[in-house]
């Protein structure tokens, strides 16, 4: 077998074998530009989770001190039963945490892109307001061929039968 690609789009890794198959899928899967997406999607995640993680460190857990005396929730409504110990505050403080981060996710990342999407979809639906050139030199031949007779209306002799 070659190690030349052949061209077609199931033919590019066709004439491939082995490794070089492997990295010239894993290319083209590198080449759609997901992965890439996908990647660019978690550090800018990771990044922005540091972000989060400041505010609650820096603002979220001292206001839970002030209010509570606990730098956290974790010490709220503890409970021991036949020597199991329930952390219910532990919870509240994971919930807290997570709902934080939705929020700022939400308002930072979500409705930009929203409004910025609904701006895209205007400006794409009111742009379409004259037909293209080449649709309207479509429409004129169409318009042409219906005005002449169909070939099934014209007798053996060559004339038009009189309509009606």
Do not use: K, W
């Not at 490794?19 to 890439?36: M, S």
């Not at 999407?117 to 004129?140: G, I, K, N």
């Amino acid at each position: 077998m070659s190690s030349t690609p052949t061209p077609g789009p199931t033919g590019a890794r066709s004439g491939l074998t082995g490794t070089a198959r492997v990295l010239h899928g894993f290319r083209e899967f590198i080449a759609r530009g997901n992965a890439i997406e996908l990647a660019v999607g978690v550090v800018i995640g990771a990044a922005f989770g540091l972000v989060v993680s400041s505010v609650i460190d820096g603002f979220v857990s001292p206001l839970i001190a002030a209010i509570f005396g606990q730098p956290d929730l974790s010490g709220v409504a503890n409970f021991t039963i036949n020597h199991a110990h329930f952390s219910i505050g532990l919870i509240l403080n994971a919930l807290l945490q997570f709902l934080l981060t939705a929020a700022a996710v939400y308002g930072v990342v979500v409705l930009p892109l929203n409004a910025l999407q609904a701006r895209r979809t205007t400006s794409e639906a009111a742009a379409p307001a004259a037909p293209a050139e080449d649709v309207l030199l479509l429409q004129e031949i169409r318009d042409l061929l219906a005005a002449r007779p169909s070939v099934a209306a014209v007798d053996d002799t060559g004339t038009t039968p009189p309509l009606g």
